[in-house]
């Protein structure tokens, strides 16, 4: 079991690794291929379609026999998508080796997702929000690094990354196989329908998980894209602005390592219920105060609230195995990807602090409804 853990942290901090590397030199990709910024949202939505692709394909494919497939190939194919990211010097040819991208990224995300809710329920215990916090933490360290190496090419960059994870992934094939079939899994008969084929969880209750990582995944959006600019609407500095999106990334990856020990103690009803109605009062008080501390402490109140979520959604859906999975990761990146472009149409509308009011109400709606979602999900 220590072996399955041990493993599945690797893909997660190894994805947010990836792709907050791909995320942070965005720039650079433009310049080096001359993109209008029109252009460089082409390019981001064919890796958000492909995205969309992959984690249906995903679905469908994550029979627990082929999880240890998807879950290689999916590493391979997000680290060789991103070394030719890297190549590309053409709007064509970045939108190509987009749309693979995200689809590879969309198949990773459903197996590594649906092997960790396996190996949470061969374990018995809540591991779900430990696997996040690595995949948050993984982001940081890509960030760090790209940080890091602002003046090298980001070809080199690329390169190096997808180089140093497909020398991960290949060296931890064998281990795949193995940890899938002693580990991933609870101990049962090869031929036993996993719990997608038995029909877990209820078509109505998949679509409420769904919205409610809709929901969630709004908010993280807007806290990528509009913490920085509410703080410089308060006339803070740029540092301090960008410190926004900073601390609601390191309040997350602080709820999610501490995450499982208090859904092992409280459940993940009363964990949710709690984090997400914080979340709601947080972000309002910070958006009331217009005061760069109060801010400051509303974004990072937000993502603590937040922080066990997603990993409590996803434990939830496991219930219907690897199809149920997709299905609330697709519904929740439509959230995710429609989100900020919403919050922006809304603050032509009004202002901005009013628009941000958006993610504190769905956070209060998911206190609200987090019960009726999450009950009997426990491990």
């Known amino acids: 079991m220590v072996r399955s853990r041990r493993l599945l942290i690797g893909y997660f901090a190894g994805l947010g690794v990836v792709m907050a590397v791909w995320g942070a030199r965005m720039p650079a990709v433009q310049q080096s291929a001359g993109l209008s910024t029109a252009e460089l949202a082409l390019v981001l939505l064919a890796a958000a379609l492909g995205m969309v692709v992959g984690l249906q394909m995903g679905g469908r494919l994550a029979h627990p026999a082929r999880l240890p497939a998807l879950l290689t190939g999916g590493a391979l194919g997000l680290a060789v998508c991103l070394a030719a990211l890297g190549a590309c010097r053409s709007l064509d040819s970045l939108l190509a080796v987009a749309f693979v991208f995200g689809a590879a990224h969309g198949v990773l995300d459903v197996a590594a997702n649906s092997s960790a809710v396996r190996c949470q329920d061969a374990q018995g215990r809540p ?97 990528a894209d509009w913490a920085a600019v509410h703080l410089h609407s308060l006339d803070a500095t740029a540092a301090t602005s960008a410190a926004a999106f900073a601390l609601y990334s390191a309040a997350m990856a602080a709820g999610r390592l501490a995450g499982d020990r208090l859904t092992t103690r409280y459940g993940a009803v009363a964990v949710v219920r709690t984090g997400a109605a914080l979340a709601a009062l947080g972000l309002a008080t910070g958006l009331a105060g217009s005061t760069i501390a109060f801010a400051l402490a509303g974004w990072a109140a937000f993502g603590l609230g937040l922080s066990v979520t997603i990993p409590s959604l996803i ?25 900020p ?14 628009a941000l009011l958006l993610p504190a109400l769905l956070a209060a709606g998911v206190a609200t409804l987090s019960r009726k979602a999450l009950e009997n999900s426990a491990p």
């Open 127 to 223: 591991i779900m929000a430990g696997l996040h916090a690595s995949y948050s933490l993984g982001a940081l360290a890509g960030a760090a690094v790209a940080a890091a190496t602002a003046h090298t090419p980001h070809t080199v960059l690329f390169a190096g990354v997808g180089a140093t994870a497909t020398a991960a992934a290949c060296a931890t094939t064998r281990l795949t196989r193995c940890v899938a079939a002693s580990g991933l899994e609870p101990a049962q008969n090869p031929d036993t329908p996993g719990p997608d084929e038995r029909g877990g969880s209820s078509r109505p209750r998949l679509w409420l998980l769904g919205a409610l990582a809709a929901a969630t995944l709004l908010g993280e959006g807007a806290a």
């Open 315 to 339: 434990t939830a859906a496991g219930v219907g195995g690897p199809r149920a999975v997709a299905t609330v990761a697709v519904t929740g990146y439509v959230g995710l990807l429609a989100g």
């Open 341 to 354: 472009a919403l919050i922006g149409a809304l603050a032509t509308l009004t202002t901005l602090p009013m």
